[in-house]
């Protein structure tokens, strides 16, 4: 695609719900890393795939936060029993091998 | 620890004048900085970037200049318009080989351009 896109972009949801967020990469990415923006805030790493493995999850919050990346593509990030606390706008990014790195839009999660 | 942060948080100029963003880094394990502008609802967009061994790059109308003895990098923006209205981040790609070309951002700076 042209760009990385990130889906829901919006999400509600009840407090002790699970979500799945998705994110898109530029194709021929082989880098994809996931970023927490909370209100008014920078921008906090989560984890980083290099290909479909994960290095590097020190940044994931808690052990309700996980991703995953199949086929070396597509990236999902799943909060399993969502908090108020987890209320913020999610983004993903994705690089060539250390390149420069293209933002998604974001998905803004609300917990209720 | 590794950090990167900002004077600012807000910075209002007036059309046409230059702006000057600071940020403010403690780690010097780093190979380059970037900055970043976020418009509202949208994703970082890519500015500038400079490597460390660096202290001067320029683009069409922004200059990042980093001062590695006070660990200090700004990015200004001549004859700034109101498109140039937005959150700037700067981040640090500190040395770390598990996170690949993980980055480490500041806070972030909103400026605004007064007409």
């Known amino acids: 695609g042209a760009g990385v896109s990130q889906s829901p972009s919006n999400k509600v949801t009840e407090k002790g719900k699970d979500v799945e967020l998705r994110c898109d990469p530029i194709?021929?990415?082989?880098?994809l890393y996931w970023y927490r923006q909370s209100l008014g805030q920078g921008l906090e790493f989560l984890i980083y795939?290099?290909?479909?493995?994960?290095?590097?999850k020190s940044g994931l919050p808690s052990d309700r936060f996980s991703a995953e990346r199949t086929g070396g593509s597509v990236s999902t990030l799943t909060i399993q029993r969502t908090q108020q606390e987890d209320s913020a706008v999610y983004l993903c990014?994705?690089?060539?091998?250390?390149?420069?790195?293209?933002f998604g839009p974001g998905t803004r999660l609300t917990v209720t | 620890g590794e950090s990167v942060g900002l004077h600012l948080p807000t910075l209002s100029v007036q059309e046409g004048d230059n702006s000057i963003i600071n940020c403010a880094y403690s780690n010097s394990a780093s190979d380059y900085f970037i900055w970043y502008k976020q418009e509202s609802g949208k994703g970082p967009q890519f500015i500038i970037d400079?490597?460390?061994?660096?202290d001067k790059r320029q683009g069409q109308r922004v200059t990042v200049l980093l001062n590695k003895t006070v660990k200090h990098l700004s990015l200004q923006i001549a004859a700034t318009q109101p498109g140039d209205s937005a959150v700037y981040f700067c981040?640090?790609?500190?040395?770390?080989?598990?996170?690949?070309?993980?980055?480490?951002f500041g806070g972030g700076t909103r400026l605004m351009v007064k007409p």
């Open positions: 990014a994705s690089s060539l091998p250390r390149g420069e790195q293209y």
């Open positions: 981040a640090g790609r500190f040395m770390n080989n598990n996170a690949g070309n993980m980055l480490t």
């Open positions: 194709s021929g990415h082989t880098a």
């Open positions: 400079i490597r460390s061994n660096m």
């Open positions: 795939f290099q290909g479909n493995s994960a290095p590097d």
